[in-house]
């Protein structure tokens, strides 16, 4: 089966910045959509960024022009890259992969990578 493995995270001051990698154990092609959640203490999962196989990509309005998400396929690793970070991105970091077998849509989470965001 098919994991993920995310890695990249730290400690980093404000206004920092720091690249998440997402890398697969198989061929990210053989994936629909990827994409970074994070959830802070006491607080649900959210989603971050999306990146197609093919398309646009999508953020939430709270990374939107800090963060970007980017696929280098031949690695079979998705990136984040976080700019301008503040001490609100701090939290854990997921990235999830979703993916179709006989028909039936199913998705891969990775372990989490920490990031805080502290002075």
């Known amino acids: 089966q098919v994991q993920l493995v995310e890695s990249g995270g730290g400690l980093v001051q404000p206004g920092g910045s720091l690249r998440l990698s997402c890398t697969a154990s198989?061929?990210?092609?053989?994936?629909?959509?990827i994409e970074w959640y994070r959830q802070a203490p006491g607080k649900e999962r959210e989603l971050v960024a999306r990146?197609?196989?093919?398309?646009?990509?999508n953020y939430a309005d709270s990374v939107k022009g800090r963060f970007t998400i980017s696929r280098d396929n031949a690695k079979n690793t998705v990136y984040l890259q976080m700019n301008s970070l503040k001490p609100e991105d701090t939290a854990v970091y997921y990235c999830?992969?979703?993916?179709?077998?006989?028909?039936?849509?199913?998705?891969?989470w990775g372990q989490g990578t920490q990031v805080t965001v502290s002075s």
């Open positions: 999830k992969a979703n993916a179709v077998k006989s028909s039936i849509p199913y998705v891969i």
């Open positions: 198989g061929n990210i092609l053989s994936f629909g959509a």
């Open positions: 990146i197609p196989r093919s398309g646009s990509t």
